[in-house]
């Protein structure tokens, strides 16, 4: 192991990552979640925002690419974002017991890292999928099963429209335009799909068998270094999500302890996407301080709990998760990845 390369990592922690149109892709991600929670609090269905946010996520792709390469990228993220969170509103409707829900979601975290590999997705892994598969089975349902995976759909269509609505000014088309193609070769995704596939199934089983209650947080903690493309980041990723999401819990108790009502809970989400999306690749840590919230509060409004004993789960579970994520990363290392293409194929914007 390059240690040298570990420790010039951890050094990197206090280092704010310069600045490349992240501003423009936040507004666009605020944006996208905007529009489908304020028309969900016009409804007066709060509860129901878990599922519009998880379907906004999809506008999180694409944040450098021309509109023409944003939209296909976009539109492959969609198959996996939706696709998680559909799963897991159907595992909530049949109501599965929780080791087949740890099963499942370790077979859809290796799957879904194989899709993201091989359409080259940014934000790399199967990380979003997987947390709003878990998200969604873990909330009971307060309306059909295919109303929840419709508002999702409905919610990643409104982001893949927020994307490309810059076209309208530029109304530049290449014919035959394409993403850049996967630089993994097959035993390479294959070695990194299995990397999350154990690192989410042991988090998950781990949490449950300590009696903590909410796993699938756990599981989402264990994919999040596996998405760096590099043992020294990983670990720094890994340190990251402990830290921010550490302190993200305590944003998060200043929000909820006063018990504010819904919609008040409703469009503090839609504000904390902006910065959470702003920072995002700029300094991890400072953008879990803001997501962490954002997840609290929405699975506070669709299934009220005792905030106290919500936030100790999160921040739990989010160590524990992390550093089995460190662990897989360190243990389960060949063959080596890659390094990912930087080159585009022309295109015009």
């Known amino acids: 192991m390059r240690w040298a390369s570990v420790v010039a990592g951890f050094r990197r922690f206090w280092v704010l990552g310069p600045a490349a149109g992240d501003h423009r892709a936040a507004l666009r991600v605020g944006v996208s979640v905007a529009l489908p929670v304020l028309l969900l609090m016009a409804l007066s269905r709060h509860e129901l925002i878990v599922y519009a946010v998880f379907g906004a996520f999809v506008g999180m792709y694409g944040r450098q690419e021309p509109h023409q390469l944003r939209i296909i990228h976009q539109s492959q993220a969609a198959v996996l974002l939706v696709g998680g969170a559909s799963i897991g509103i159907v595992l909530s409707a049949l109501q599965v017991p929780i080791w087949t829900l740890i099963l499942v979601e370790a077979i859809v975290a290796g799957s879904g890292s194989l899709f993201a590999d091989r359409f080259g997705l940014k934000p790399a892994g199967s990380f979003f999928c997987i947390f709003a598969l878990g998200a969604c089975a873990s909330v009971p349902l307060q309306v059909h099963w295919w109303v929840a995976a419709l508002i ?12 490309f609505s810059g076209w309208v000014d530029a109304r530049g088309w290449k014919r035959g ?173």
């Open 152 to 163: 999702c759909a409905g919610s990643a269509l409104i982001a893949m429209l927020v994307g």
């Open 177 to 349: 335009a394409s993403r850049t193609r996967s630089p993994f070769t097959a035993p390479a995704m294959l070695t990194h799909a299995l990397r999350y596939t154990l690192a989410v199934g042991v988090a998950g089983s781990l949490a449950y068998l300590l009696g903590i209650g909410h796993p699938y947080w756990a599981m989402a903690a264990a994919a999040v270094p596996l998405a760096a493309e590099t043992l020294g980041a990983r670990l720094h990723r890994g340190v990251h999500r402990m830290v921010g999401t550490t302190v993200g819990v305590g944003l998060t108790a200043l929000i909820l302890l006063p018990d504010p009502v819904a919609w008040v809970l409703s469009l503090t989400v839609v504000l904390l996407q902006f910065p959470t999306e702003l920072f995002m690749t700029r300094h991890y840590a400072l953008a879990m301080v803001f997501f962490t919230p954002l997840i609290l509060i929405m699975t506070y409004l669709a299934a009220p709990s005792d905030p106290g004993s919500m936030m100790i789960d999160r921040t739990v579970e989010t160590i524990i998760g992390a550093i089995i994520g460190m662990v897989v990363a360190v243990s389960v290392r060949e063959p080596r990845l890659p390094k990912r293409s930087t080159q585009q194929r022309p295109a015009v914007a």
